[in-house]
């Protein structure tokens, strides 16, 4: 069973850096799309990013700050944050699917099956 586990969330002041983790057991890492959502009070859960293979792809609002990249011999995802804005502060999620798909498809939070228990960024301004 794939469980995912993410760390390194907190509290930065705007301008800042965080970089999150997310570890996944009970599969290798290498076989699933990676992907990083957010979501505030509200709202609807928002693509981030996601990664599959050496293809990365980003929202506008986070393209050219923040990057993801895949450590498949720890199997591990990450989510590295710079310049970081108020309107980033969030609940962060990572989720993974099996790549079934054109790379359109991992936009949407409901092609991934397997989510992790989120972990709060808050940006201060």
């Known amino acids: 069973q794939v469980q995912l586990v993410e760390s390194g969330g907190g509290l930065v002041q705007a301008g800042g850096s965080l970089r999150l983790s997310c570890a996944l057991s009970?599969?290798?890492?290498?076989?699933?799309?990676m992907g990083w959502f957010r979501q505030t009070p509200g709202k609807e859960r928002e693509f981030v990013a996601h990664?599959?293979?050496?293809?990365?792809y980003y929202t506008d609002p986070v393209r050219g700050r923040f990057t993801i990249s895949r450590d498949n011999a720890k199997n591990t995802v990450y989510l590295q944050m710079n310049s970081l804005k108020p309107e980033d502060t969030a609940v962060y999620y990572c989720?993974?699917?099996?790549?079934?798909?054109?790379?359109?498809?991992?936009?949407?939070?409901?092609?991934?099956?397997?989510w992790g228990q989120g972990t709060q960024v808050t940006v201060s301004s």
């Open positions: 990664s599959w293979s050496s293809s990365t």
């Open positions: 009970g599969r290798t890492l290498s076989s699933y799309v």
């Open positions: 989720a993974a699917a099996a790549p079934y798909s054109g790379m359109d498809y991992y936009l949407r939070a409901n092609s991934y099956r397997y």
